[in-house]
T-cell receptor, first 113, second 116 residues
């Protein structure tokens, strides 16, 4: 079965520092990959998605992710963290075929002033 | 605002009881998905409906059932509730017709169920 693994359930960075949230997927075919963000007491919002058009994907709020097939990774980055980035981030994969998204367990990002 | 509406926002009930969670998808979306979010299990896919028909089933307990009505809203019914059913239940919808494989899901704000 297709799955995603998010390394680190909690990441803490200083304001202005680089944000790196890791996601690895298991897939025998090219997957469709997504990053979502969940703010407290809210639903999930789409940050960005990989659609095979480009390996570097730009999303909202200054986030981007790079698809690396050789490493089966889709890590999320942001050059400079803001306090408002503090939230839970989820990586998700849609296996080949029109199937529901499979989510990783999430990484909680804390931003320290 | 995702356009997906879930009611109620909070629900507190006792063990053994039955509850119904309601979801209205984005206008025009035909697919509705239900997910359960808990601290220990993360986001677990429960069930998907497409235009009134069950499309996919995930880790949904036999005590749980769902349906999608002709107006495309969906209800998730949870019965014989146990303490372990306490969780956030999310509904999501996707682009009309199910869309291409890279279509994202649009999530509601969830219903927080507390079973006491």
């Amino acid at each position: 079965a297709q799955s995603v693994t998010q390394l680190g359930s909690h990441v803490s960075v200083s304001e202005g520092a680089l944000v790196l949230l890791r996601c690895n997927y298991s897939s025998s075919v090219p997957p469709y990959l997504f990053w979502y963000v969940q703010y407290p007491n809210q639903g999930l919002q789409l940050l960005l998605k990989y659609t095979s058009a480009a390996t570097l994907v730009k999303g909202i709020n200054g986030f981007e992710a790079e698809f690396k097939k050789s490493e089966t990774s889709f890590h999320l980055t942001k050059p400079s963290a803001h306090m408002s980035d503090a939230a839970e981030y989820f990586c998700a994969v849609r296996p080949a075929g029109n199937t529901p998204l499979v989510f990783g367990k999430g990484t909680r990002l804390s931003v320290i002033a | 605002d995702s356009g997906v509406t879930q009611t109620p926002k909070h629900l507190i009930t006792a063990t053994g009881q039955r509850v119904t969670l309601r979801c209205s998808p984005r206008s025009g979306d035909l697919s509705v998905y239900w997910y359960q979010q808990s601290l220990d299990q993360g986001l677990q896919f429960l069930i998907q409906y497409y235009n009134g028909e069950e499309r996919a089933k995930g880790n949904i307990l036999e005590r749980f059932s769902a349906q999608q009505f002709p107006d495309l809203h969906s209800e998730l019914n949870l019965s014989s509730l146990e303490l372990g059913d306490s969780a956030l239940y999310f509904c999501a919808s996707s682009v009309p017709g199910g869309g291409p494989l890279d279509s994202p899901l649009h999530f509601g704000n969830g219903t927080r169920l507390t079973v006491t």
